[in-house]
């Protein structure tokens, strides 16, 4: 029996003794150090800017030139809005002009005439006064049309639709042959650049400051962005701020991204990643107590990042002032 008893403390002992045989001069004390609590949330892809293209004139959706997904300039031409009473109005001002510019030629010949009789003594000059009154007074009649005409062809260049900024087609809520009333949207153009608009619980408002470094998970991996603007107006006990990525995605507006914000800071315990042993689904920290190594089972938290060296959160089974003992794995 004591020989087996001596047996089972040897097989007991061998594995402490193996580790700390493998495991490095233990560390500097632990202490307390200060990490930033992070706060996991769903920001949505959206254009800075977001501007529909209104039609100017009233009438039918001729040409439709554009579909939801395509890239636009702006000024450039989107739809054709057509409205055949113009056609009719232009008919009429060019007959009137006509028949007006008839009766100033008219009135043109009477006066040189008139003229030429003043001059041979046969006529007054209060009527010649009265010819050149009906020229110049058929003259701004012709005048007036003119510039009514120029008033109806820019009502139709208005027909035109133009994108207001360059950017992509958003929307597209009309079809061609559609009709249309004055200031309606043919189009929504976004443009000005992407972002990530995100709402946070009030609760963390305080902690949000301009500037700050977020992290961002999207499909093609994990980004940096930076928080660019916090919106003063709480809505629905959520915080609006906009966070700045570069080469943001912008194949899908309004998609979903993780993103993690700094809401604060809290004292934690930090390990570096090869101090932690893992066996049988726990995790062990050498620790180096005055009566020689001791393993010390730990419950681990969140990893994190120091000057491109991995630490590892304790949570529980350390305090402040152990010296921890690096592991060499390799061994």
Known sequence: ????????????????????????????????????????VYGRIEARNRIPARARLGGTLTTLAVTEGDMVSAGQVLAQVVDDKIGFQLAAIDAQTRALQAQLDNARTELTRGEDLLARG???????????????????????LLADRQVVEQQAAEGAVLAPIAGR???????????????????????????????VPERHAAFLRQGAAITIETAAGTGNGTLAKVYPVIENGRVIADVDVPDLPDAFVDARVLVRLPVGNRPALLVPQDAVITRSGLDFVMVDDPTGPVERTVVLGQPHQSDGATLIEVMSGLMAGDRVMVTDHDQ
Not at 122 to 144: E, M, N, P, Y
Not at 174 to 183: D, F, R
Not at 192 to 198: A, K, S, Y
Request: aromatic share 4%.
């Open 122 to 144: 046969v006529t007054t000059a209060q009527r010649l006064d009265a010819l050149r009154t009906q020229v110049d007074v058929l003259s701004g009649q012709i005048a007036a």
């Open 1 to 40: 029996m004591r020989l087996m008893l001596a047996i089972a403390a040897l097989a007991l002992t061998t594995p402490l003794a193996a580790l700390a045989q493998q495991a490095a001069p233990a560390t500097e004390p632990l202490a307390v150090v200060t990490v930033t609590e992070w706060k996991a």
């Open 169 to 199: 087609v958003l929307d597209v809520p009309v079809a061609a042959g559609a009709v249309v009333l004055p200031g309606e949207s043919v189009a929504t153009i976004g443009g000005g650049g992407f972002f990530l608009r995100i709402a």
